[in-house]
Nanobody, 122 residues
Framework: QVQLVESGGGLVQAGGSLRLSCAAS????????MGWYRQAPGRQRELVAS???????NYADSVKGRFTISRDNAKNLVYLQMNSLKPEDTAVYYC????????????????WGQGTQVTVSS
């Protein structure tokens, strides 16, 4: 299987910055797109940013210009640099990877991390 472990969440004042990291491990064959999603209380989980193996990125309109996603393909890591944070960015942030493993016989499935809390105070 593929395990995703996030780190880097916390409490920050509005206007501050945080950097989230996510490490993928396990019997990985390949990882395609990796991304970050978030879910605030009472709201649906939403895509924040994604990045393909080739480095093509996609951002939610609400974070464009403030957040930057990057990845290290050799180490199966993905990062989310969050600047100019706003109270409305408060949510649990989840790492996602579209990956295949020995157990899935090379078929890709979506995998999720356990989530990391980001709280932005006003």
């Amino acid at each position: 299987q593929v395990q995703l472990v996030e780190s880097g969440g916390g409490l920050v004042q509005a206007g501050g910055s945080l950097r989230l990291s996510c490490a993928a491990s396990g019997s990985i064959f390949s990882i395609n797109t990796m991304g970050w999603y978030r879910q605030a209380p009472g709201r649906q989980r939403e895509l924040v940013a994604s990045i393909t193996t080739g480095g093509t990125t996609n951002y939610a309109d609400s974070v464009k210009g403030r957040f930057t996603i990057s990845r290290d393909n050799a180490k199966n890591l993905v990062y989310l640099q969050m600047n100019s944070l706003k109270p409305e960015d408060t949510a649990v942030y989840y790492c996602n990877a579209d990956a295949s493993s020995a157990q899935t016989m090379g078929v890709r499935f979506p995998y999720w991390g356990q989530g990391t809390q980001v709280t932005v105070s006003s």
